[in-house]
Structures are given as structure tokens and as C-alpha cells.
């Protein structure tokens, strides 16, 4: 007769954690799958209309606050992340004059594809050990609070500008995980938060689109660049700034993202992210027809803003950097 291990979920967190890790994620953690604590933020934010034209947002609204909703018998959740960016990295990197800048999470292989089929990996392997266990993975399209799962599974705490900060990694994190009727035991306890009286992500932002802890979407650059179909206000232009796809503000300024930590106790950042410039030639996108467009982006997380989205954005990229070189030209005049 065979005996089941004394702790069988620990166990079976362990093992998890285990494979995740195995498969190249740099932090892997448990939690159970209870409802969210946080539903009420979530009703007030979308019932403010801060989720903008992102009507899927406010679809769903209990399957986005109890993540069981998605597995029958779903008893636990493992969360991952992916570490797309090193402190080192962190810093301002202004675009060559006609070039536009593009989000670090967006520069590499789309992660959408590559953290979902190493999470399937996962799985799998558990299924062939558990074959009577059910199983769903996610990334960031399913209607699960994902942050807030991270931070229960203690891989870090959700930051004043909404982003899971993890103490060594800071927050260049992408998240993902899967849900599965084992019972795993849930890591021992949430990260405090150390954000403490720092404001610096409330204060760096140039469209005022963070409150503590809250993002009006309607006022951020990568809401306005990324998912924003339609014009986008003359009043934000200036604030976009070199942004072409995306922003990184937030993260480039906030103090745990320093490169204070000698990079050797990092995990090293995996070549799926970073392996494509960080910006794109103005002219050229202005120039895009859908073939053009197609294969610049082919493979990349950026085939989510369409043709005009993209040519939206570069004139408007374009017109900040005219603007800024006719100011400065002015300036020197003067002098």
C-alpha cells in the first residue's frame, strides 16, 4: 500500500514552485484560491470609468474578483513572474531625435506566448504525476486579478503606481500562473509593503494619472499609446513626450529599481525580452503600410496597437521632438 507524504500540499507546493523555476521564471510562489479581498477597489475604479474604453475591463466582474470561477474545484493557484529587465537597466534613455521609444516589457519575444507555453509545461508535468487534477493556465488575458494573486502568493507587494515590486528584483516583472484543483499550501505570508512615504512614481508621472495605489487609465501614456483607438486628447501630447509604445515613468524612477544590488545575485534576464531595439525610426512607421507593419512587429507583444494607432503616435512623438529642437534653437539664438 502505497502512504501519502505526511505534509502531501506542502509537498506539492514545493514541487510546483520547483518547476516553475525549472522552466526559467525568476520567482515562483503560492496562494489558495479564495475570492479577492479586493473587490470593492475594483467596483469603485471601473464605476469612476478610470478603465477608459477598455470594456472588457468591466466585463466579468466576478469572475475578476474569485479566480476559482475559472476551474471547477480549483483549490489553489501558483503565480510566476518573469524578470524582463535588470536594475541595472533603470534610467532614463531619451529616443535619438526621430526615433520613438518603446516600453522595455515590449522589446522582446511576445509574453503572452512564451510565458504561456512554459506554464502549460508546468502543467503538464503535474498531470502526469496527478492525472485526476485539473489545470488552467494564464497570463494576462484571463479575467484574473494577477497582481493581487502575486502578491498572496508573496512573490511582492503592489506598489503606489499599482505594479508588483518584489524587494531584490523591483517591479520590470511580467506575471502569470495556473490554477488547479490540488490542494498546495499557500506561501507562509504577504510581502509588507515598502513604499512607505515615497512618492516618487505619483510625482515623476507627466499626465497625473497615479493616485496612491490607483491608476486613471484615461490619463496614461501606455493606456493612451497601447489600447486607445480613437484620437487621443491635444492636451496629453506634450506630457507623451519620445513615448512611442508604451511608458516606462513610473518604473524608471522609483528606488527599487536602483541598481544598488551588485548584479550577481540577480537571475540573469532572459534573451526572450530586450533582443530588439528600444525605439523605432519615426519616418519609418509614418511609412508603414500593413506588410511593413506586420513584419517589424512579427513575434513582439506591439501588434496589439493597430496601423493608425502606430502612426497616431508617431506624429504625435514627431511633433514633441519638432517642437523641442525649434525651442531649443530659439534659445541658442537668443544667447
Given at each position: 500500500?502505497?502512504?501519502?507524504p ?7 507546493a514545493r ?16 496562494c ?5 479581498g479586493r473587490?470593492d477597489?475594483?467596483r ?9 474604453s477598455?470594456?472588457w ?8 474578483t ?10 489553489s493557484?501558483?503565480?510566476v ?5 535588470s536594475?541595472?537597466?533603470t ?12 516600453a ?6 511576445d509574453?503572452?506566448?512564451t510565458?504561456?507555453?512554459r506554464?502549460h509545461?508546468?502543467?503538464?508535468a503535474l ?5 485526476e487534477?485539473g ?5 494576462d488575458t484571463a479575467?484574473?486579478p494577477?497582481?493581487?494573486l502575486a ?6 507587494w ?6 508588483l515590486?518584489?524587494p531584490r528584483?523591483?517591479?520590470w ?11 498546495l499550501?499557500?506561501?507562509a505570508?504577504a ?5 512607505g512615504?515615497?512618492?516618487?512614481c505619483?510625482?515623476?508621472c507627466p499626465t497625473?494619472a497615479i493616485t ?7 490619463r496614461?501614456?501606455s ?5 486607445r ?15 512611442l ?9 522609483c528606488?527599487?529599481n536602483s ?7 540577480l537571475?540573469a ?9 528600444g525605439s ?8 508603414w ?5 506586420a ?9 496589439r ?9 508617431a ?6 521632438q ?14
Open positions: 500500500m502505497q502512504h501519502e505526511e505534509n502531501q500540499p506542502r509537498e506539492l514541487r510546483a514552485v520547483e518547476l516553475c523555476l525549472g522552466e526559467g521564471f525568476a520567482l515562483a510562489g503560492v489558495d484560491a479564495s475570492p479577492s473587490g477597489e475594483l469603485a475604479w471601473l464605476d469612476a470609468g478610470m478603465h477608459g477598455m470594456a475591463l468591466a466585463e466579468h466582474r466576478d469572475l475578476r474569485d479566480p476559482a470561477r475559472l476551474l471547477d474545484g480549483a483549490r493557484i501558483v503565480m513572474a518573469d524578470l524582463y529587465a536594475r541595472a537597466d534610467g532614463r534613455e531619451p529616443a535619438e531625435p526621430g526615433r520613438g521609444r518603446i522595455r516589457y515590449a522589446r522582446g519575444d509574453y503572452h506566448k510565458m504561456k507555453k506554464l509545461r508546468v502543467c503538464d498531470r502526469a504525476e496527478h492525472p487534477a489545470f488552467r493556465a494564464f497570463v479575467p484574473v494577477e497582481r493581487e502578491a498572496r502568493a508573496g512573490l511582492g503592489i506598489g503606489k503606481h499599482t505594479l515590486i518584489h528584483l523591483g517591479s516583472l511580467l506575471l502569470g500562473g495556473f490554477l488547479t484543483t490540488l490542494e499550501e499557500p506561501a505570508g510581502e509588507p509593503d515598502h513604499c512615504s515615497c512618492t516618487r505619483i510625482d515623476a497625473g496612491p495605489y490607483r491608476v486613471d487609465a484615461r496614461c501614456i493606456y493612451l499609446t497601447i489600447e483607438r480613437e484620437p487621443i486628447d491635444p492636451v496629453f501630447h506634450s506630457a507623451i513626450g519620445d513615448w509604445f508604451g511608458c516606462d515613468i513610473c518604473q524608471e524612477v528606488p527599487h541598481a544598488r544590488d551588485p548584479a550577481g545575485i537571475p534576464v532572459s534573451g526572450r525580452y530586450g533582443n530588439r531595439p523605432f525610426d519615426l519616418l519609418d512607421v509614418l511609412g503600410d500593413a506588410d511593413a507593419r513584419a517589424a512587429l512579427r513575434g513582439t507583444a506591439m501588434k496597437a493597430s496601423l493608425e494607432m502606430w502612426k497616431r503616435n506624429s504625435i512623438v514627431l511633433g514633441n519638432t517642437k523641442r529642437s525649434t525651442a531649443t534653437g530659439m534659445e541658442q539664438d537668443a544667447s
